[in-house]
């Protein structure tokens, strides 16, 4: 595989903007997934379990929308600008990396996000989807029930065990902003 750089080709306000538009989606989904497992993880971590599990949910329930959404984004946004800057020839037609190709490698690191959380993420996932529901729903038991022995009472086990849940959700989660990263980090250097 080589690098080689093309001749600096003048480009419309439309592809600038998609060029803009494709490094900062990146860069900032790299950032709040980095975020997630850099700061809010360690910090729900010192919550008591049952919060911990609610408050994990609840940022579950909004990430899995902003940032595949950001991705897939910026995929386009880096697949637009391949689109409008090669020639009329198409896709290339061998492995070799060109600096004109290289936002097509970057659109393909945004989307590489999908699959690494379906085979890093996916257990840990739904282990930790069931017990953030669990916890939802006993918020929801009453105080006067809660005194009459309704409710879940986590074991020291229990309590552990979803503590290294989230923990390990935390650390491959790691792997998304990394990915994210190296497509801003590759479409900057197309564009440079």
């Avoid at 080689?4 to 997934?33: C, D, K, L, W």
């Avoid at 990430?63 to 959404?69: C, D, R, S, T």
């Amino acid at each position: 595989m080589s690098i080689s750089i093309n001749a600096p080709v003048e480009v419309s306000g439309a592809v600038r903007g998609a060029q803009v538009a494709s490094v900062f989606i990146s860069a900032a989904a790299a950032g709040g997934t980095l975020g997630l497992s850099t700061f809010f993880v360690p910090g729900i971590l010192e919550s008591p379990t049952a919060l911990m599990l609610r408050q994990w949910g609840r940022m579950y329930h909004a990430g899995k929308i902003v940032f595949p959404g950001a991705a897939a984004t910026a995929a386009v946004a880096f697949g637009y600008v391949y689109y409008a800057t090669t020639n009329a020839a198409g896709l290339p037609t061998s492995l070799e990396v060109t600096a004109s190709n290289l936002p097509l490698v970057a659109a393909g690191l945004c989307l590489s996000i999908i699959p690494y959380t379906m085979l890093a993420l996916l257990p840990t996932n739904k282990l930790l989807i069931a017990k953030a529901a669990e916890a939802e729903e006993d918020a929801q038991v009453s105080k006067a029930d809660r005194a009459a022995g309704a409710g879940v009472a986590y074991t020291a086990q229990e309590e552990e065990s979803a503590k290294q849940l989230v923990d390990r959700w935390g650390l491959l989660s790691l792997g998304r902003p990394i990915l994210l990263g190296a497509a801003a980090i590759v479409g900057l250097v197309a564009y440079l």
